[in-house]
Nanobody, 126 residues
Framework: VQLQASGGGLVQAGDSLRLSCVAS????????FGWFRQAPGKEREFVVV????????RYADSVKGRFTISSDSAMNTLYLEMTNLKPEDTGVYYC????????????????????WGQGTLVTVSS
């Protein structure tokens, strides 16, 4: 499975941005598909994920109410709509896919994901 993320850029605080991630190669009818991010000098962290089997979504507290995850019907393309962006949202955003069916509590764990995209940089200026 190859994941190609795009849509990053330089925006101002309060602006919106939409990221996309296209999955190609082998795809899975089950599993999970989501976004993580890594701020400069920090470890990569969970942002949001959607589990395919039940379309259940889980958001990090820091982005609830501002970010929305969506996908096409086949879940081959994943989107991340980001609104009211803050400087602390700055980082490289990675899409990730799991071929398994992680339980809800395991969804934020990076070890649950088998495939990673190359990342797209989002910079939010104050």
């Amino acid at each position: 499975v190859q994941l190609q993320a795009s849509g990053g850029g330089l925006v101002q605080a309060g602006d919106s941005l939409r990221l996309s991630c296209v999955a190609s190669g082998r795809t899975f009818s089950s599993g999970a598909f989501g976004w993580f991010r890594q701020a400069p000098g920090k470890e990569r962290e969970f942002v949001v994920v959607v589990r395919k089997q039940d379309n259940k979504r889980r958001y990090a507290d820091s982005v609830k109410g501002r970010f929305t995850i969506s996908s096409d019907s086949a879940m081959n393309t994943l989107y991340l709509e980001m609104t009211n962006l803050k400087p602390e949202d700055t980082g490289v955003y990675y899409c990730a896919a799991s071929a398994r069916n992680p339980i809800y509590s395991y969804l934020p764990d990076q070890n649950a994901y088998d495939y990673w995209g190359q990342g797209t940089l989002v910079t939010v200026s104050s």
